[in-house]
């Protein structure tokens, strides 16, 4: 290397820069260091067969709220609800960490379920026959309840309704009015990776033929033996009630009430060919070819159907614990840390595995962002001096449900959102490999580029023959010069992480919630994995060490963010998909909250400069009307976007407030 003959001016700059590394490396040896043994052992716990999967409002995800409640105790932090009285017991003093939502989580039959069909007109006069709950027939969990008499039936394929895949099994709208009798599944099988897979989800369906009118759904079992196919097992998404009752029906009770072999219906169902006739009913003749007929009216024949679905709350919890801040002026401001505890219980929805009944252990997801969580709790809890600011750490539920709990959270906040400066989440930061770690949200506040560039460097002083060599660490290098005026080591800065910055606040985890209400927010995570909402995704396959870094960069995040006297500045990001992940061939901009609802699709935000916005639409809006179609939820939502045309005006209809407006809003197509 080349001496360095230093000026005065410039031995002093170097003389600053190495007292400046010296007081920054000091400052983080002193400070707690994340523990491998302590992230392994919360883990571990989270992830064992004991909690059983952690779905939200079973025994096991409770159990899992009260340990991390436990901890948040055991490091002092401030219990999120405050009660004028003293807790009494250990049992309430926990309790008060706990923010209670409302979620259902059991489904159960009603005293009042019946289904009759009468067939009209043989030689015999008319036959009505009785079909047995449980063993004919169910109704599904989000089940409308209702008393349907004497209703026509249609036979409807495989009930699905697509205009991006110009496909509509309602093409003849022979349902109207009607039951509908559909195939589960779709054209293409089992296969997840089809061009039907989510058209073919129930809850499509169900919105599929609520927009066609007709007035009920039978599903035609899978499975030979009602009890072995899953639609029989009552449960609920938390996503509002269908709008007509949905019913699964047995191979044979649907074979008896279509009056022909299942198997005739298949090849037709199959064929997918449009009818040439579109007003007249008929049943199926063997003289009639598949490409002359594919919808079924089935003239001379009633259903007469009562469904009472009973649905319970369950109790579901945040988990919210407060480390008061320690400026005088500074701590009625708030830092939120937060990590969703929920998984996917033994399966069903939202599980990848190919069939339920196995404990999905979740303890990348994400028992390692609730690790991450009390790891900080025990770090900025024991540092000195604290925080300036209030640092609110929440251990969010119903995460996996569609960001029940944080979207509570945010309607119903502990400390008020508008003094809330950032939101910072964690959720699956345990499978780190090759240092390489992603940062979403980084175009919500405009502190944030520089915030995360300054806490990856990590300031080394180093020989010279270190300095040379050619397997270190890639950084920048700062030269230290001895008191003989030559360079006798380097201060180097290399990164700690190979980062991928992504710029949108939206995401599918529970910053999202924050973002909407517009607080700047920051998602730290490791990236997807092949074990991802499967039960392999087991605790031994951390990476406890890499996770111990990610938890000492966050650390050091925050408390850059909490030494400034000034908050982040709230910026609208860049949107990263588009649209793209919905799958659709147009963009509105709408950000949809997720909670149940059976009343219209609130909007948790609109995009700025997107149609939604153009259109008037508001964060706060209720979607009840939109391209003709009624919205009683997301799905009815997503069914009525997936209909409509880019450069095509529509109409939508939202109830803000106590009023009722009616808004034009024209698609933008969807970015490729």
């Known amino acids: 290397m080349q001496t360095i003959k230093p000026t005065r001016k410039t031995l002093t700059s170097f003389l600053l820069l190495l007292s400046l590394a010296a007081s920054i490396l000091a400052q983080q040896s002193a400070s707690t260091p994340p523990s491998v043994d302590r992230l ?10 004991t909690l059983e999967g952690r779905r939200t409002g079973t025994p096991g995800a409770n159990d899992a709220a009260h340990y991390i409640a436990g901890e948040m105790n055991r490091f002092g932090l401030r219990p999120g609800i405050q009660i004028a009285r003293p807790a009494r017991t250990r049992g309430e003093n926990l309790a008060r960490y706990l923010q209670p939502f409302p979620y259902v989580a059991i489904v159960e039959l009603g005293k009042d379920n019946t289904m009759r069909f009468t067939r009209h007109g043989g030689s015999h006069g008319d036959i009505s026959t009785d079909l047995r709950i449980g063993e004919d027939w169910m109704p599904i969990g989000f089940s409308t309840n209702a008393r349907l008499e004497n209703v026509g039936v249609a036979f409807a394929g495989y009930g699905i309704s697509s205009a991006e895949l110009k496909y509509d099994d309602y093409a003849v709208s022979s349902a109207k009015d009607r039951a509908a009798v559909i195939f589960a599944g779709t054209p293409d099988g089992d296969n997840p990776h089809g061009q039907f897979a989510r058209a073919g989800e129930i809850r499509f369906k169900a919105a599929a033929a609520r927009a066609a009118g007709a007035r009920a759904l039978l599903i035609i079992a899978n499975e030979e033996k009602l009890a072995d196919d899953r639609l029989s097992r009552l449960s609920y998404d938390n996503a509002g009630e269908a709008g007509i009752p949905i019913l699964v029906v047995s191979r044979q009770s649907a074979a008896k009430i279509l009056g022909t072999p299942l198997s005739d219906y298949e090849k037709i169902a199959d064929a997918r060919i449009v009818p040439t006739k579109t007003n007249q009913d008929f049943r199926l003749d063997r003289t009639i070819t598949q490409t002359q007929v594919i919808r079924l009216p089935m003239g001379g024949l009633d259903l007469s159907i009562t469904t ?5 709350e369950s109790p579901s919890f945040n988990v919210v614990g407060i480390l008061p801040g320690s400026d005088p002026k500074l701590k009625d401001e708030a830092i939120v840390i937060g990590a969703h505890y929920d998984h996917l219980g033994r399966g069903g929805e939202g599980s990848l595995a190919p069939r339920e009944g196995e404990i999905h252990h979740g303890a990348d997801d994400n028992a390692s962002g609730v690790a991450g969580l009390l790891e900080l709790t025990r770090i900025l809890s024991s540092q000195n001096p604290k925080p300036r600011r209030t640092v609110v750490f929440i251990a969010f539920s119903g995460e996996e449900e569609g960001l029940i709990g944080s979207n509570y959270y945010v309607d119903h906040p502990i400390v008020p959102l508008a003094n809330t400066v950032a939101m910072i989440n964690m959720d699956m930061i345990g499978r780190m490999r090759e240092r390489k770690l992603i940062v979403g949200g980084v175009g919500t506040a405009p502190d944030w580029r520089d915030i995360i560039a300054r806490e990856n460097l990590d300031n080394q002083t180093i020989s010279l023959a270190e300095l040379a060599n050619p397997n270190r660490t890639p950084g920048k290098a700062t030269a230290v010069i001895g008191a003989n005026g030559q360079v006798t080591s380097a201060i180097v800065h290399p990164q700690h992480f190979d980062l991928t910055l992504n710029e949108d606040g939206y995401g599918p985890s529970d910053h999202s919630s924050f973002y909407a209400k517009q607080v700047p927010v920051l998602f730290f995570w490791t990236g997807n994995h092949e074990d991802y909402h499967k039960p392999s995704d087991t605790a031994d396959k951390i990476n406890y060490e890499g996770e111990a870094r990610i938890v000492s960069f966050i650390a050091n995040v925050v408390r850059d963010i909490d030494k400034g006297n ?22 509105l901009g709408t950000i949809p909250n997720y909670a149940d609802s059976n009343d219209g699709l609130k909007l948790d935000g609109v995009r700025d400069e997107s149609p939604a916005a153009k259109a008037g639409l508001k964060a706060g809006d209720k979607i009840v009307k939109m391209a003709g179609r009624e919205v009683k939820n997301v799905y009815d939502y997503t069914y009525a976007l997936g209909e409509m045309k880019a450069g095509q005006e529509y109409q939508v209809e939202v109830v803000r407030g106590n009023e009722k407006l009616t808004l034009k809003i024209t698609p933008a197509p969807r970015k490729q």
């Open 308 to 312: 009472e679905v009973i649905r319970r």
């Open 40 to 49: 392994r052992q919360v883990i571990t716990y989270l992830a064992s067969d």
């Open 566 to 587: 000034k908050r982040p500045t709230y910026t609208v990001a860049k949107s990263e998909s588009q649209g793209r992940a919905m799958g659709f061939r147009v963009y």
